[in-house]
């Protein structure tokens, strides 16, 4: 497992700091439909589902009720948590790629305050350990054992506009640190850091339809929005995962004791697609060498296949969460990403309980066809806790998605 790790690992970085490399990309007909050409980033961790109850409803998180884990997915919603409920926190541990390694792990720590009836802060820590690798010389002489990690720190704010829409502005400090210290092929690596904002939107309201009280939510939030990165000194640096989401999120609350949402989101990453043209032949390709701005205004219209290719860049994210008296939730979902762009497609499960206290989720990824996937088996666990009942001053009667 060790020696999968190391190959894995060191394969990234190659593709992370190689100042040669030319993406060559086989056009097919037209359609888009017959070749690979998957939209790649540094840092991919800054977009890894960071908490079971998302998780168990294949990463939908944008529009569903806020809870402690809204500074991922919306930054925006934190201002709507119940006001039972004006300061909390979360603690996520997720065993990564666990079918092919068993020493990678996402662990996710993040609170937030409600100062007051139009406004919250909240904050969060994320931590990416990638393993162990053994660097060897070219006799296979050990040299090192290395633990590349990264991390990003975020710290949001968010306000009400008006009694049912709100804005969020997070901004974050991130850093990779994936092999400082080795050369390849000549060139000596570094770590890599940036700063980025996410800026978001949330709107919310309740309404009657017959006999049942529902919601709806919707969520807008353009995150990872930051500078280009690089792992050497060299000019040409890697965009980091920007990302376009909108997710709508409608609630139906049968009786006091059932409720049931529907969630569905779309997210495009706003980079640009990879394209093998070099017009001025200075070794960089061109579309690494525009500016974060420019990228995300041209990823809508940039695919070398043209709409249908734009189209195949969504990825798409459904979800279903079912309530028991506030206390107890069964959660499933369903993610595609279409096989030319990476071809991520799989359901998940989870089980939520909420007390006084604390609060549990729990979320499994099944596999969904015989072939293996990194991603198969891949389990979350979160820890939610209400700092306001620890006081002794909350509700006995808490609401299980506003923990």
Wanted: net charge negative; glycine share 8%; aromatic share 12%.
């Amino acid at each position: 497992m060790q020696s999968t790790l190391k190959i894995t690992t060191i394969a990234v970085v190659l593709t992370m700091i190689s100042t040669t490399t030319r993406a060559q990309i086989s056009l097919g007909n037209g359609t888009g439909d017959d070749y690979l050409n998957t939209v790649t980033t540094a840092v991919p961790f800054l977009r890894i589902a960071p908490d079971a109850r998302s998780g168990g409803m294949a990463d939908v998180g944008l529009a569903i009720s806020p809870d402690a884990n809204s500074i991922f997915w919306n930054p925006a919603k934190t201002v709507f948590i119940d006001d039972e409920h004006p300061y909390g926190m979360s603690l996520t541990y997720t065993p990564w790629l666990s079918n092919l390694v068993n020493d990678i792990y996402l662990a996710y720590l993040n609170g937030y305050w409600k100062v007051d009836e139009l406004s919250a802060v909240s904050a969060s820590l994320r931590y990416f350990s990638l393993g162990t690798i053994t660097f060897t010389d070219a006799s296979g002489n050990v040299l090192q054992d290395f633990r590349p990690n990264e991390f990003a720190f975020d710290v949001a704010y968010s306000r009400k506009l008006a009694d049912n829409l709100s804005a969020g502005l997070d901004l974050k400090y991130l850093y990779s640190n994936l092999a400082t210290d080795q050369v390849v092929n000549g060139v000596q690596i570094k770590p890599a850091r940036g700063v980025a904002a996410d800026i978001s939107m949330f709107y919310h309201t309740k309404f009657d339809t017959g006999d049942k009280d529902s919601e709806l939510g919707v969520g807008l939030n353009i995150s990872n929005i930051g500078n280009k990165i690089t792992y050497t000194s060299s000019i040409e640096k890697d965009f980091i995962p920007t990302n376009l989401g909108l997710g709508a999120a409608y609630t139906v609350n049968f009786d006091s004791y059932n409720a049931l949402t529907f969630a569905v989101d779309m997210n495009k990453l706003l980079v640009p697609t990879p394209d093998s043209t070099d017009a001025d032949n200075d070794g960089i390709l061109d579309f690494k060498e525009e500016s974060t701005v420019s990228g995300m205004l041209g990823s809508f219209s940039d695919a070398p296949n043209g709409a249908s290719e734009e189209f195949h860049e969504i990825m798409w994210s459904t979800g279903l969460e079912y309530w028991y008296a506030e206390r107890f939730a069964v959660r499933t979902g369903y993610f595609y990403e279409h096989a030319t762009k990476g071809g991520r497609q799989y359901f998940t499960v989870g089980l939520g309980l909420r007390y006084s206290v604390f609060g549990l989720d729990f979320s499994y990824l099944v596999p969904t066809s015989n072939n293996q996937n990194p991603l198969d088996n891949t389990l979350r666990f979160t820890l939610i806790f209400n700092l306001e009942n620890l006081k002794g001053g909350g509700s006995s009667e808490d609401s299980g998605s506003d923990s």
